[in-house]
């Protein structure tokens, strides 16, 4: 394939782009196959490697942690009171807060979830995955018995799909939260009405979607750019545009998700 | 950016820890929010079925409310389709909430102009035995909604009668054009006397009629003069009468004062009668003197006799 995909090969340009591309998403799929190969393994969590993995999860995750769930609250709050508003409005109150439910933390809080943790964890690993392969620390690593894609690749990845959950889980949690508060006021007694709108609208099938589409979003914000780095061995030169591609690729890859979960949930 | 390799890092205090705490934070998170979805969903309570059946499930929706008094006490859990064409809605009512539905409870399905569904129940009497388990009940649908094409078919049938009246040929427009016709013959010579008779002819036997009715009227005005004269002339029908009416009066208080006259008679009498009365009360008590005079004298004889010597004798011998 690598003969194939050369400039000097037998294919004219267009379709050698589109056996580029076709090869760029068959590595990522390869790659993602790998990393769940070995997190699935338990030597993957023991000795230095646990360590390695701890301190990613916890670098990656804590410091971005609070102030995501302080801006993901200010903007939830702000679209709240207008959905609650214009909803009052209209003589609609009682669809208010389904809607709320719906809109933000069903749709657009995992959603910036994923983007936060893209561009704030998963892009800064990919570079220092480049990094370190320019520097020759992974051929380092082999040679002293270490797999690098175990010590230095896999935490990475791991570390940037538990952001992408937490972000999205514990901003889920503080926007319902504020949701009841806006809608109700500081009470208990309407309680029983907003669990009953939030069992309304967190059907099996929703919820089902929902679970898979934090988890496919958490996936692709991992995988997507380290992949995209990690195999990028023939244009080592093009390193900016081989970020800049994998930002586009993981925006693609949430927006195709996003669309297939509001397929899901509203066809 | 991070730009050193994690071999090259110290590692932190309390790594692992920190890494732990958050991942049970995330663990938490999660077993907590499947935790509450699956009491939001019901899970945790037990639950009766109540299936309704309807016409047209429109607007029905899995997860929709039941409602009792405004308080949601139900969701549908299934809509399936009968094998008779009707809808079968299978409501799971929650054990602690079912005391509301009686058997005699109804059941409504309300549909209103924006689309929003609602499914209510009504228990009239509480006091009845309660819903039991699986219970069919028939839904009374009251569809707003409804009414619009049922509306929309009046107002066309309104649009096409209003079109029919208004066309050309229409019923509407002829009458139209006659009353054009009625009132250009109003404007006419003849005004409305040759509208109402249709020809001039005609018109002018009217007009003849009118001026001999008018001489006629003349005459009879000169008939109601004499008529006058003779009525309430001087020697008219009215003063006489009004003479043999005084003289009326005067026989009527001539016969007024013979009534008196009568009337002083019939007192008179009536003392005459009172008297006679009294003068009977006095012979009573004559009467009575006499028979008393009369006892007297019959005592004074008695003593006469046995007081004189030729008396007869008065013992009586017994034998």
Sequence with gaps: MTSLLSPHGPLPGAGRATLTWFAGWWRIIHFGALILVLAFSPSSYFGPNRLALARHV?????????????????????????????????????????????????????????????????????????????????????????????????????????????????????????????????????????????????????????????????????????????????????????????????????????????????? | MKQEPSTALPPARNLEFKA????????????????????????????????????????????????????????????????????????????????????????????????????KAFSGILSDPPLPDGAERKVLVGDATAEIPRLVADMRELVSNLRALTAQDSSLASSLGNVRDVTEKLKGQRGALGMLLGNDADAKKVITALDRTNSLLARVDGLAAKVDAQTFGPDGLVPEARAAIVQLNGALADARTSLKKVDAILEDAQVAAGNARDATADLASLRAEVDTSLRKVSRMIDEVNRRWPFARDPKIKLP
């Design chain 2, 20 to 119: 732990a705490l958050l991942l049970v934070l995330l663990f938490s998170l999660v077993a907590g929010t499947v935790v509450y979805l699956l009491y939001a969903r019901g899970a945790f309570e037990e639950s009766q079925r109540l299936v309704l059946v309807a016409d047209d499930s429109e607007g029905v929706t899995i997860g929709m409310d039941l409602t009792f008094a405004g308080f949601p006490i139900g969701r549908v859990r299934r809509i399936e389709l009968a094998e008779d064409g009707t809808t079968r809605i299978i409501i799971d009512v929650p054990r602690k909430d079912a005391r509301w539905l009686r058997v005699s409870s109804v059941f409504t399905l309300t549909r209103g102009l924006l689309g929003n569904t609602a499914l």
């Design chain 1, 58 to 267: 916890y670098e990656d995750t804590a410091p971005i942690l609070l102030w995501f769930v302080v801006l993901s609250s200010l903007i939830s709050v702000v679209i709240i009171r207008i959905v609650v508003v214009t909803a009052v409005s209209y003589g609609l109150s009682q669809y208010a807060l389904e809607m709320v439910v719906r809109v933000l933390v069903l749709e657009l809080i995992p959603l910036t979830a994923a983007v936060f943790a893209a561009l704030r964890c998963a892009l800064p690993n990919a570079a220092e995955i480049a990094d370190l392969r320019r520097r020759g620390e992974f051929d380092a690593l082999a040679r002293q018995g270490v797999d690098p894609l175990q010590r230095e690749v896999l935490p990475r990845v791991v570390s940037a799909m538990f952001s992408t959950l937490m972000l999205a889980g514990l901003s889920c949690v503080v926007t319902a939260v504020l949701a009841y508060v806006s809608v109700y006021g500081f009470t208990a007694g309407a309680l029983a009405g907003y669990t009953r709108t939030f069992g309304s609208v967190f059907n099996p099938a929703v919820s089902m979607i929902f679970a898979l589409k934090v988890l496919f979003f958490g996936l692709a914000v991992a995988l997507i750019p380290i992949a995209s780095v990690y195999y990028d061995r023939e244009h080592a030169h093009l390193r900016t545009s081989v970020e800049l591609q994998s930002l586009v690729r993981i925006f693609v890859v949430i927006l195709l998700i996003e669309v297939a979960s509001l397929v899901g949930n509203y066809y």
